[in-house]
């Protein structure tokens, strides 16, 4: 009776003790978590009053996303032999110079993924990799502040492939106009004046032409998110079917040192695209037979921070 008495005292104390012990060190984390928290809030400051400094702001981030897989005698496919995989990767990057007066920013987004599916049993299928997403983007705006918020300017933009069919087409936009920034990490463009140039050869039928240039372009961190989005409209004065918008997504979250996980996606509309696509299995096709569905693209997997 005394030993149970003894063993049931000797618990409650340790347990008095655990817990007293349990107690300081949460308390002692919180200190020191408010501590941290206090430090960061200055940092973030500094860091804040560093980017409004005049001077040159360069920066990247890419996704590599990729899968391979294989069978062997697995009936329960319609093709039980076969090898399939897909690799991809997207790059963003930006040189931006800031100044009092004036401004000019560079971007570029370069986005390529290649897809192999072979049946094994079929001597006549193919067991290259075919390019299956082929993305390629530049472009350049200069301003001259008239204001915190607005500036007149100049832009040129570049979109292309760039694995296969490079500059067939090619889209050039070239104008001037007015930017916006209503948000230090927004920028809009409003280019009522802008001639979109359009390079082809061979049988392709693109038409250039004159007309209003939009862009919203947005790019933030928040902490190890990185975000980058990009919405680019050309609006035809000659013809509704002239004009065209890509809308591009990218989001990168750093886990470990620059190493992370990446998702991007892109939609675009583009009548002109659907028409020339059409063209080839339907040589007497018009732009009212035409079925402009809406493009898209994405991808996932590692990221690597580049800056």
């Given at each position: 009776?005394?030993?149970?008495l003894?063993?049931?005292t000797?618990?409650l104390?340790?347990?008095?003790?655990n817990?007293?012990?349990?107690?300081?060190?949460?308390?002692?984390?919180?200190?020191?978590?408010?501590?941290?928290?206090?430090i960061?809030?200055?940092?973030?400051?500094?860091?804040?009053?560093?980017?409004?400094?005049?001077?040159?702001?360069?920066?990247?981030?890419?996704?590599?996303?990729?899968?391979?897989?294989?069978?062997?005698?697995?009936?329960?496919?319609?093709?039980?032999?076969s090898?399939?995989?897909?690799?991809?990767?997207n790059?963003?990057?930006?040189?931006?110079?800031?100044?009092?007066?004036?401004?000019?920013?560079?971007a570029?987004?370069?986005?390529?993924?290649?897809v192999?599916?072979?049946?094994?049993?079929?001597?006549?299928?193919s067991?290259?990799?075919?390019?299956?997403?082929?993305?390629?983007t530049?472009?350049?705006?200069?301003?001259r502040?008239?204001?915190?918020?607005?500036?007149?300017?100049?832009?040129g933009?570049?979109?292309?492939?760039?694995?296969?069919?490079?500059n067939?087409?090619g889209?050039?936009?070239l104008?001037?106009?007015a930017?916006?920034?209503?948000?230090?990490?927004?920028?809009v463009?409003?280019?009522?004046?802008?001639?979109?140039?359009?390079?082809?050869?061979?049988?392709?039928?693109?038409n250039?032409?004159?007309g209003?240039?939009?862009?919203?372009?947005?790019?933030?961190?928040?902490g190890?998110?990185?975000?980058?989005?990009?919405?680019?409209?050309?609006?035809?004065?000659?013809?509704?079917?002239?004009?065209?918008?890509?809308?591009t997504?990218?989001?990168?979250?750093?886990i470990?040192?620059?190493?992370?996980?990446?998702?991007?996606?892109?939609?675009?509309?583009?009548?002109?695209?659907?028409?020339?696509?059409?063209?080839?299995?339907?040589?007497d096709?018009?732009?009212?037979?035409?079925?402009?569905?809406?493009?898209?693209?994405?991808?996932?997997?590692?990221?690597?921070?580049?800056?």
């Amino acid at each position: 009776m005394k030993k149970s008495l003894f063993l049931i005292t000797f618990m409650l104390i340790v347990s008095f003790v655990n817990a007293q012990t349990k107690d300081e060190l949460l308390a002692t984390q919180k200190i020191k978590k408010d501590s941290i928290n206090a430090i960061q809030t200055k940092v973030n400051a500094i860091q804040s009053e560093i980017d409004a400094l005049p001077g040159w702001r360069i920066k990247a981030f890419g996704t590599i996303g990729g899968n391979i897989s294989g069978s062997n005698n697995w009936y329960s496919k319609e093709i039980p032999n076969s090898s399939i995989g897909n690799f991809g990767f997207n790059i963003n990057a930006y040189a931006n110079l800031i100044e009092d007066k004036f401004f000019w920013k560079n971007a570029s987004n370069l986005n390529v993924s290649w897809v192999k599916s072979d049946n094994i049993d079929d001597e006549t299928d193919s067991k290259e990799y075919t390019v299956a997403t082929d993305i390629f983007t530049i472009s350049s705006l200069y301003g001259r502040n008239l204001s915190k918020k607005f500036a007149v300017s100049a832009f040129g933009e570049y979109r292309s492939s760039l694995v296969n069919n490079f500059n067939n087409p090619g889209f050039l936009d070239l104008g001037i106009g007015a930017t916006w920034t209503p948000i230090k990490n927004l920028v809009v463009v409003i280019h009522p004046l802008n001639y979109n140039f359009i390079f082809s050869r061979g049988d392709n039928d693109y038409n250039s032409s004159l007309g209003a240039k939009i862009v919203a372009d947005y790019k933030r961190s928040f902490g190890n998110l990185n975000i980058a989005s990009n919405l680019s409209i050309f609006q035809s004065y000659e013809s509704s079917n002239y004009s065209n918008y890509t809308w591009t997504n990218s989001f990168a979250y750093t886990i470990w040192k620059n190493l992370g996980l990446g998702f991007d996606f892109g939609l675009r509309k583009n009548m002109q695209e659907a028409f020339n696509y059409t063209l080839k299995s339907d040589p007497d096709a018009t732009f009212d037979t035409v079925d402009n569905k809406l493009q898209s693209y994405w991808l996932f997997g590692l990221n690597y921070k580049l800056n």
